[in-house]
């Protein structure tokens, strides 16, 4: 369960921004929205959040702060002395370009509460720290940070709460590694469940990555898979009889508008490489006998929801957090609500999956299906910093419509045209 996300100077966010999912008090809508997260007296957290702004508004690196975030703590020990970490400040002021980059993640695993952070150059790990919170008062486990007069790194490592090898894992850890990291690969069983929290709990989509509809394709193998891929997809109107997977070599597909050396070059690198092809079987609509649709006749709207099945499936059945830019792209807007329902409702999310996305379906600011405090604003400040700031700050009637509201500018976050002048 996320409860928490921050950054500090990277990309377009230059001073501390933070997304909190935690669900107001004030707030009496839509209580199958939030879940309550089994700790005592820790308020309830909602199960999705969307997020509003302009294009160039900063929308698109959160989830790159958040990608960043899981990236390195899954592979930061698997590098070498001496490798640059891929991190990048923001570029607009200078006092900037020469400051590490912050992340933290607030998060509950296993009934305990974490408070995970670190702080990075392009040459090292400038700060760690972890904070546990297994009895409701913080406790913490470790820190480690740069003491910039000295040059030297001072550790901190609590004796009673992290039990292990802590010697051996300080030493092991690199300058341009995480401890967290480091700890887990020399078999740390104390801090096992922070790293599989980022590990096995957290998701994040690559802003504009194409999502691949092999890992569907994989489901529909097996019959009671393909069952359920079925289901999603006619849960959602798509009127699909059946799925055929049709599996043949490169050498057997069709390759002829391709140039004669193109086509022979790739035959030579794939030769008996196996394809699967996907078909949807539809009903005739005079004789209602079954025809079969090559993957290319299918809608844009149709192919990304096929492959938008498993990893939703996933969320849902692991009760993952998911981070995703734009899922409402090729998408109509009561499509996404649908994708949003199968979140909110109990039924299909016992597992308390959530999901944080970016979108430019404004229809969605509507009372009929989401909280106010589901929804946040991104813009760009005076200086070119990223802000986000959640829509709950306003003054909003129980029931009202946000969407004129929005649009009219009253929340931010929305573009400044200007009219075009023949030059």
Not at 106 to 128: A, L, M, N, P, W
Request: hydrophobic share 40%.
């Amino acid at each position: 369960m996320l409860i928490e996300f921050s950054v500090t100077n990277y990309l377009s966010f230059c001073e501390r921004q933070t997304l909190n999912l935690t669900a107001s008090g004030n707030y009496r809508e839509h209580p199958e929205n939030t879940f309550a997260t089994g700790l005592p007296r820790m308020p309830k957290l909602l199960k999705s959040t969307v997020i509003y702004g302009p294009n160039a508004s900063g929308k698109s690196n959160l989830i790159r702060a958040a990608l960043f975030m899981w990236d390195f703590v899954l592979n930061s020990s698997k590098g070498q002395e001496g490798d640059v970490i891929d991190v990048q400040p923001f570029l607009m002021h200078n006092k900037n370009i020469q400051s590490p980059s912050t992340f933290e993640m607030i998060f509950i695993e296993e009934e305990v509460r974490y408070q995970y952070g670190f702080s990075v150059t392009r040459e090292r790990v400038t700060h760690e720290w972890l904070i546990a919170y297994p009895s409701g008062r913080p406790q913490r486990w470790f820190e480690r940070y740069l003491d910039t007069e000295s040059g030297k790194e001072v550790w901190n490592l609590h004796k009673k709460y992290l039990v292990g090898n802590r010697e051996v894992w300080r030493d092991a850890t690199r300058k341009n590694a995480l401890f967290l990291s480091t700890a887990i690969q020399l078999n740390s069983a104390v801090l096992r469940p922070v790293f599989d929290w980022f590990d096995k709990r957290l998701r994040v989509f690559r802003p504009h990555m194409e999502i691949s509809k092999e890992y569907s394709a994989s489901l529909c193998k097996d019959p009671d898979g393909r069952l359920k891929v079925l289901k999603f997809l006619n849960q959602a109107d798509m009127d699909i009889e059946g799925i055929r997977l049709e599996s043949r070599t490169v050498g057997d597909l069709g390759m002829d508008d391709l140039p004669p050396e193109v086509r022979a070059a790739l035959q030579k690198e794939m030769s008996g490489t196996l394809v699967t092809e996907i078909r949807f079987e539809r009903a005739m609509a005079d004789t209602g006998k079954p025809v079969l649709l090559p993957w290319e006749a299918e809608s844009r709207g149709t192919q990304k929801l096929f492959a938008l099945a498993w990893p939703w499936m996933n969320i849902l059945g692991q009760g993952r957090i998911l981070f995703m830019d734009e899922m409402d792209t090729s998408l109509h807007h009561l499509l996404v609500k649908f994708l949003f329902q199968l979140i909110h409702d109990p039924t299909t999310n016992p597992q308390r999956a959530q999901l944080i996305s970016t979108t430019h379906d404004t229809a969605l600011l509507n009372p009929d299906a989401f909280r106010r405090d589901q929804f946040w604003m991104m813009e760009k400040s005076g200086d070119r910093c990223s802000e986000l700031y959640p829509v709950s700050d306003f003054d909003i009637a129980s029931g009202e419509s946000l969407q004129r509201r929005y649009l009219e500018g009253q929340f931010g976050a929305i573009p400044t045209l200007k009219r075009f002048k023949e030059l």
